[in-house]
């Protein structure tokens, strides 16, 4: 059976969140590349939630996890790449709905907002939850579509 595979990254205000979050990844089965910060010293999220987000873009990665400390930078940085859906979730119910009707690609998380229990539940319902696609993926398709009508604009 193959592993999945998943990115993570933070700066230094979600660092302590994302190094509780590891174990637990690993413990569901994924083999975690984390691509920094590796201290809380002061860093810019946008060189960490650049480096997950192109992942995903690129298709190096089907799902990756961000967290800075309001999920707010992370969320801005993340949503400027193609085919990039990132979302910031602060309890189950947002991640539930950000896969099911949204198929979000990046999970958010505001570290000084969310303890790691909240935050272990908030990632296993996100990882767990499947895309419901029909009318839904119709909507994505729109969001695809100008995306692309914008991209075009700018080139």
Known sequence: MAVDKI?????????????????????????????GTDSDRPVDYPDFGTQVAEAIS???????ILICGSGVGMS?????????????C????????????NDT???????RKTDAGTAR???????????EGGRHQKR???????ELGLRSKIE
């Open 76 to 88: 801005i940085t993340a949503n400027r790449f193609p085919d990039v859906r990132a979302a910031l």
């Open 7 to 35: 990115i993570i990254g933070s700066d230094h205000a979600g660092y302590r969140l994302k190094e509780a979050l590891k174990p637990f990844l690993k413990e569901m089965g994924f083999a975690v590349t984390d691509v």
């Open 140 to 146: 994505l398709d729109k969001i695809r579509k100008a």
């Open 105 to 111: 690609n990046i999970l958010v998380l505001a570290g």
């Open 121 to 131: 539940a908030i990632t296993q319902v996100w990882l767990s939850t499947p895309f």
């Open 90 to 101: 602060l309890d189950e119910e947002t991640a539930r709905m950000s896969r099911l009707h």
């Open 58 to 64: 690129t298709g190096i990665f089907r799902r990756g």
